[in-house]
């Protein structure tokens, strides 16, 4: 039973443009969404997290936003560059646990 | 990357062999968490420990079994490997006051 659904598989964009991968989770006890970035033969790492007390968050280039009636959230990179080419992945997790609960991850490139 | 370390890199086994992989760290975190990750799947948690004495079946502990042997290390055993355990593994490491897990450079196993 897959709780966190993410797409798109994959995604092309051109640098500079916007990217946005999306995320859907079922659990309403869920109160931790963090968003991991992992290269090639690379641990994922923790790019932006948002718990559900705010609808944005933003880092840099970097904003989550969240809906908590719709049970999404999302991320933005804004300006993206071919550096950002990477396999994106959201997770959920209560937070007094902090089991994660992977979506299956996108795989973004950045077209120079 | 650097305060998880994973040992050994890469693993060739042979169906029903015993395998271990190891994970150790450096910074004095009490959680610690061992995950698989396949094509297409995501990330999903084996086992998980918080404290040497604390040991917990994360969705997929079939088949698995793991050892807090200090607070420093904890180890993954494969009993009898099968091929669908094919796949990479990550060890993470939580530091609570950051809220965030740390992940190391992960074991890729295959079993014929």
């Known amino acids: 039973q897959q709780q966190v659904k993410q797409s798109p598989q994959s995604l092309i964009v051109q640098k500079g443009g916007i990217s946005i991968i999306n995320c859907a989770y079922e659990n309403t006890a869920f109160d931790y969404f963090p968003w991991y970035q992992q290269f090639p033969g690379k641990g994922p790492a923790l790019l932006i997290a948002i718990r559900p007390d705010v609808s944005e968050k933003k880092e840099g280039r970097f904003t989550i936003s969240f809906n908590k009636s719709a049970k999404q959230f999302s991320l933005h990179i804004m300006d993206s560059q071919p550096g950002d080419s990477a396999t994106y992945f959201c997770a959920a997790s209560m937070a007094s646990n902090y089991q994660l609960i992977w979506g299956a991850g996108t795989k973004l490139i950045i077209k120079p | 990357d650097a305060d998880v370390t994973q040992t050994p890199r890469n693993r060739i086994t042979k169906t029903g062999k015993r395998i271990m992989l190891e994970c150790s760290q450096t910074k004095g975190h009490d959680r610690m968490y061992w995950y698989r990750q396949d094509p297409g799947l995501g990330l999903r948690l084996i086992y998980y420990?918080?404290?040497?004495?604390?040991?917990n079946k994360g969705e997929i502990s079939d088949g698995y079994s793991v050892s807090r042997q200090a607070q420093a290390k904890f180890s993954l055993s494969l009993e009898s490997a099968i091929p669908n355990q094919t796949a990479l593994y990550f060890c993470a490491l939580l530091d609570i006051k950051v809220d965030e897990q740390f992940f190391g450079p992960g074991t890729r196993l295959t079993v014929l």
């Open positions: 420990s918080f404290d040497v004495k604390d040991i």
